[in-house]
Nanobody, 119 residues
Framework: QVQLVESGGGLVQAGGSLRLSCAAS????????MGWFRQAPGKEREFVGR????????YYADSVKGRFTMSGENAKNTVYLQMNSLKPEDTAIYYC????????????WGQGTQVTVSS
C-alpha cells in the first residue's frame, strides 16, 4: 500500500502562485509515476500532469502547460506542483495519485487539497 498526503493549497489572487506537495509513504519503492488531477465543483476530474518517480519525465495538460511545473524529491518521497500565473479557472480540489508496479492506472490517491483563485 502507498499512502499519499497533499498539502499547500489555499486562497490566492489571480496571477499569483502556489506550490502543492504530495508526500508518499508505505511501499514507495513500488511507485513508478505520480499524477496530479483536479476537480472543480460540478465538473469531472481533470488530468493536470504526470511525473515519473525518477523525475526525468514529465507531461502536462495543455491547460496548464507553461504555467505549472512538477518536480520530485526522492529523498523525501515527495513530489511538488508549482503553479504560477494562476487563473480563477484553476480553482479546484487538487489530488495527487500514484501508479505502482503491478497496478493498473493510478491505484493510490491522496485526500486532496483545495486551491481557490480569486479574480
Amino acid at each position: 500500500q502507498v499512502q499519499l498526503v497533499e498539502s499547500g493549497g489555499g486562497l490566492v489572487q489571480a496571477g499569483g502562485s502556489l506550490r502543492l506537495s504530495c508526500a508518499a509513504s508505505g511501499r514507495t519503492f513500488s511507485i513508478v509515476a505520480m499524477g496530479w488531477f483536479r476537480q472543480a465543483p460540478g465538473k469531472e476530474r481533470e488530468f493536470v500532469g504526470r511525473i515519473s518517480w525518477s523525475g526525468l519525465s514529465t507531461y502536462y495538460a495543455d491547460s496548464v502547460k507553461g504555467r505549472f511545473t512538477m518536480s520530485g524529491e526522492n529523498a523525501k518521497n515527495t513530489v511538488y506542483l508549482q503553479m504560477n500565473s494562476l487563473k480563477p479557472e484553476d480553482t479546484a480540489i487538487y489530488y495527487c495519485a500514484a501508479a505502482s508496479t503491478g497496478s493498473t492506472g493510478y491505484a493510490y490517491w491522496g485526500q486532496g487539497t483545495q486551491v481557490t483563485v480569486s479574480s
